[in-house]
């Protein structure tokens, strides 16, 4: 049974880029859940889908949307990107909305 | 919204020795709470999970955590250190189905 996977495990960035990263939940698994890991931070949420809907958002500007598929795989998008958007994206998964959530590997973004 | 603090953000530990970190949770009782591992370049792994079904909540790889409701606390141990617990640790609380992280307790454990 494969776990929540992500890629790309890494990408390289220059400012004002944009920038696509995907998201395939564990088996079972309809909502996803973007963290968003700066180095030496604990994970801060960025958005939640449920139902190919956002379903709720943290702290994060318009320049970071999102998309979830009818097969529950998600995508993360980042605009115009900027030097602080360096950072470990975690995608999350939880069989509906539950408070256990199961993690994938991230992809690092390094933004130049 | 709750919140969890997480003190000290490095421990140092002889291999062996007692592992200890702390984690605080903010004023009301949450009916859940978390502890996950990050091995360097990885993700998120579940430690063990608070339910409150029971205080002591025992993990993987010989962790447990005890829930204090007098103290707001769910302080993480691990009896007898080894090379593979290096890694950082963080203590984390849901809030409507999205998890709050503390800022995490690096651990470095000494040969």
């Known amino acids: 049974d494969a776990g929540v996977t992500q890629s790309p495990t890494h990408l390289i960035k220059t400012r004002g880029q944009q920038v696509t990263l995907r998201c395939s939940p564990k088996s079972g698994h309809d909502t996803v859940s973007w963290y968003q890991q700066a180095l030496g931070q604990g994970p801060q949420f960025i958005f939640q889908y449920y139902e190919e809907e956002e379903r709720q958002r943290g702290n994060f500007p318009d320049r970071f949307s999102g998309h979830q598929f009818p097969n529950y795989s998600s995508e993360l998008n980042v605009n115009a990107l900027l030097l602080g958007d360096s950072a470990l994206y975690l995608c999350?998964?939880?069989?509906?909305?539950?408070?256990?959530?199961?993690f994938g590997p991230g992809t690092r973004l390094t933004v130049l | 919204a709750q919140s969890v603090t997480q003190l000290g953000s490095h421990v140092s530990v002889s291999e062996g020795a007692l592992v200890l970190l702390r984690c605080n949770y903010s004023s009301s009782v949450p009916p859940y709470l978390f502890w996950y591992v990050q091995y360097p370049n990885q993700g998120l792994q579940l430690l063990l999970k608070?339910?409150?079904?029971?205080?002591l909540v025992k993990g993987i790889n010989g962790f447990e955590a005890e829930f204090k409701k007098s103290e707001t606390s769910f302080h993480l141990t691990k009896p007898s250190a080894h090379m593979s617990d290096a890694a950082e640790y963080f203590c984390?609380?849901?809030?409507?189905?999205?998890?709050?992280f503390g800022a995490g307790t690096t651990v470095t454990v000494r040969a």
């Open positions: 984390a609380v849901p809030n409507d189905y999205k998890l709050s």
């Open positions: 999350a998964s939880s069989p509906g909305l539950r408070n256990e959530q199961f």
């Open positions: 608070y339910t409150s079904a029971a205080t």
